[in-house]
């Protein structure tokens, strides 16, 4: 395994170990199925009737995946009643989850052992009969007692978590969700991290939820220093624009993570919850199948996908040579960009810009330590666009250190308005070099997104190398909503 420039991987490496076969995994981006109304505390009949609704789609698509013989398959984040809730009001949806490492359950064999668990019935039930290792999200309810200083008031700690059956339906993985969003208020975040990683006859998986993926802990521990290369991950996400759109900032966590990851989202497009794949690391974009339906009223979706498994040994040393720097770039800059710097909010955070007012040129802007470069021939039609940089603490939805390369258009022509969220973009990328001189704490994601009409987004389907740059073929479809690296990690 070689390098050709700094962070640069031989394609040959793309960390596929040659002992071991390729296995099949499926997706489903579920339209969840909303109980009446939500404002009100229902009965737990009532609770399980809505989720009867959800998991007889469940089990529906656990059938259809595998005839097609899938071995393992996930489901959303919240897919089994939905969003926006109270303490209160969430509470008869869940279920005490005992421990798998410390009581071996079959839930479907067994449904009396722990009382009151229906829901746990019938997903074993469901792995068992379609011979299927599944993975669901669901809520846990724990009790605990007064003496604990953390225990709520109720009595009861209330979990967002991910379950996993082997396939006899048998309980094997349970993970209490680490970083809460800012919503779920509803939910209790636990005292420890609980990494949770569990084997199978084709490879070892971590499983973790939603925006856990930004976070040293789990996400980052887990794939650096347990040496898991397989994430299970049931999501809720909701499309930020322009950096933090699903399928954008999922594929890049693939990539530059170098992990396979199979991310089940909800499909809620009115909401602006969409986007689920499964993506696998290759040196190149073309390395995922995904759905990205932003249509009102469309439907959800299974996709299939043979995946190779990763030599954790190879990203181990993909991991030295990457800590490997090489003396800075340079690059000719325009003369006239320091002097036309200006501050614009995009994601929560205050990037710094340089304004780029012609389709080619090089140029830099810097915050903090952090200076980014770019070198790009395009055709943008009388477009504005912003080359940015942020180097700091992201502090919405979780506290992270964060530092991103970017360039995004700029969507009404002015400079107020760059890196508001739109999928309104006109003008095509011809070649593009793009260099962050990053901290060595920093795990890179490369993220390319597109707009092909001016209505639905897109990851780029031509071929583009990430080099700790990203460099873009001629003839690029589409036009550009984001060219970004998205650097997470910290010491």
């Known amino acids: 395994m070689k390098l050709l420039g700094p962070g640069l991987l031989v394609l040959c490496t793309l960390v596929c170990c040659p002992c071991t076969v390729a296995f099949k995994a499926a997706v489903y981006e579920h339209a969840v199925i909303f109980p009446p109304q939500r404002s009100r505390v229902l009965s737990r009949d009532s609770a399980l009737t809505v989720m009867k609704k959800n998991l007889d789609v469940y089990n529906e698509k656990c059938k259809e995946a595998a005839a097609q013989k899938v071995q393992i398959i996930v489901f959303p984040e919240y897919g089994l009643y939905g969003l926006g809730w109270t303490r209160q009001t969430l509470a008869p949806y869940l279920e005490f989850i005992p421990d798998p490492d410390t009581m071996s359950w079959i839930p479907c064999d067994d449904p009396t052992r722990s009382s009151k668990t229906d829901v746990q019935h019938q997903l074993s039930c469901i792995a068992k009969n379609n011979s299927i290792y599944l993975v669901v999200n669901f809520g846990a309810r724990q009790p605990c007692s007064a003496s604990v200083p953390s225990c709520p008031s109720d009595g009861h700690f209330q979990f967002n978590t991910n379950l996993v059956y082997d396939t006899s339906g048998k309980l094997i993985a349970r993970y209490f969700k680490q970083n809460l969003n800012s919503d779920e208020i509803f939910f209790d975040r636990p005292s420890n991290t ?5 084997t199978t006859p084709f490879g070892r998986f971590a499983t973790f939820s939603s925006y856990d993926i930004m976070f040293k802990d789990p996400a980052i521990t887990l794939i650096k220093k347990m040496n898991v290369t397989n994430v299970v991950y049931p999501v809720a996400w909701k499309n930020e624009l322009p950096l933090l759109a699903a399928i954008e900032i999922h594929s890049a966590f693939s990539e530059g993570m170098h992990v396979n990851l199979m991310a089940a989202n909800l499909h809620l497009p009115t909401t602006g ?3 689920s794949g499964i993506y696998w690391p290759s040196g190149t974009s073309n390395n995922e199948i995904y759905y990205n339906n932003m249509s009102p009223g469309s439907p959800g979706k299974l996709l299939v996908q043979d995946l190779t498994p990763l030599d954790p040994e190879v990203l ?7 800590k490997q720097r090489v003396p800075h770039k340079t690059v000719h800059v325009d003369s006239a960009t320091g002097s036309n710097e200006f501050k614009a909010v995009m994601n929560h955070d205050l990037y710094t810009f340089v304004p780029l007012n012609q389709g080619y040129g090089n140029y830099k802007v810097c915050q903090n330590t952090l200076c980014c470069q770019a070198s790009y021939e395009g055709m943008f039609q009388n477009t504005l666009y912003a080359l940015g940089v942020f180097d700091g603490m992201h502090t919405y939805n979780g506290q992270y250190p964060l530092q991103v390369c970017t360039f995004v258009p700029c969507v009404n ?6 890196g508001q969220p739109s999928v309104k973009s006109v003008g095509y990328m011809d070649k593009m070099s793009f260099f962050g001189n990053f901290s060595s704490t920093r795990y890179v994601l490369p993220e390319v997104l597109v707009t092909l009409d001016n209505s639905t987004l897109d990851i780029i389907g031509r071929t583009w190398l990430y080099q ?3 460099i873009i073929d001629v003839g690029v479809p589409g036009s550009p ?5 998205y ?4 010491p």
């Open 194 to 198: 609980n990494y949770t990683v569990f």
């Open 273 to 275: 919850y969409q986007g």
């Open 316 to 322: 181990a040393e993909n991991a030295v040579a990457q």
């Open 413 to 418: 022509g002015s400079i107020s308005s760059c």
């Open 468 to 470: 700790e740059s990203i």
């Open 481 to 485: 909503v984001s060219i970004s690296m």
């Open 487 to 490: 650097a997470i990690g910290g």
